[in-house]
């Protein structure tokens, strides 16, 4: 059964980085065909994409966060993560991990991260 | 980046009513178009992808159609249970974009 679980800090201080980790079970991120990602939602809003990875590394970001977000895969260990640079606020959100394929079909409980200042 | 604009943004409905919530995207997608729901403190779960297949589990109530820029998630007797936000997602585009979602209450 995959699951995937997200794990880091919930409280980062503004203009710092935001650091999150996905452990991936049941499942080697290694699957070809499979894509990554991250996925968010602010308090009150919609969700948002950040990005994704393969197990080969190639990304795809959000054009809008996009100097500020990098997506890595560690095969050795089964997991992704995810780095967030110089946060606001308005990066106070629920993070969710999940894998997508086309669609996304599993997701992680998610993480809630605040942006303190 | 492709939009994709779902209405109506809120729907309050009565059990057993069917329901028909849209999505329309800024450009052709073919059916590289996929529906979730989501409850409150619960994750996204998938519904239908690629327009119209239905994922494995959704009940049968649900069903999905459309392609190019217009797609449709019916509903076709509304239960209490389907109380929740349904958002649209495209994948033709990546890493994607996102309906703003449209939120059901039952009545």
């Known amino acids: 059964q995959l699951q995937l679980q997200e794990s880091g800090p919930g409280l980062v201080k503004s203009s710092e980085t935001l650091s999150l980790t996905c452990t991936v079970s049941?499942?080697?991120?290694?699957?070809?065909?499979?894509?990554w990602g991250w996925i968010r939602r602010p308090p009150g809003k919609g969700l948002e994409w950040i990005g994704s990875i393969n197990y080969s590394g190639n990304t795809h970001y959000n054009p809008s966060l996009k100097s500020r977000v990098t997506i890595s895969v560690d095969t050795s260990k089964n997991q992704f993560s995810l780095k967030l640079s110089s946060v606001t606020a308005a990066d106070t959100a629920m993070y969710y991990c999940a894998r997508r394929w086309g669609a996304v079909d599993f997701w992680g409980q998610g993480a809630l991260v605040t942006v303190s200042s | 980046e492709i939009v994709l604009t779902q209405s109506p943004d809120f729907q309050s409905v009565t059990p057993k009513e069917k329901v028909t919530l849209t999505c329309r995207a800024s450009q052709s997608i073919g059916i590289t178009l996929h529906w979730y729901q989501q409850k409150p403190d619960q994750s996204p779960k998938l519904l239908i992808q690629?327009?119209?297949q239905s994922f494995s589990g959704v009940p049968s109530r649900f069903s999905g159609s459309g392609s190019g820029t217009d797609f449709t998630l019916t509903i076709s007797s509304l239960e209490a249970e389907d109380a929740a936000t349904y958002y649209c997602h495209q994948s033709f585009d990546l890493p994607g974009t996102f309906g703003q979602g449209t939120k059901l209450e039952i009545k």
């Open positions: 049941g499942v080697s991120i290694n699957s070809s065909g499979y894509y």
């Open positions: 690629y327009a119209s």
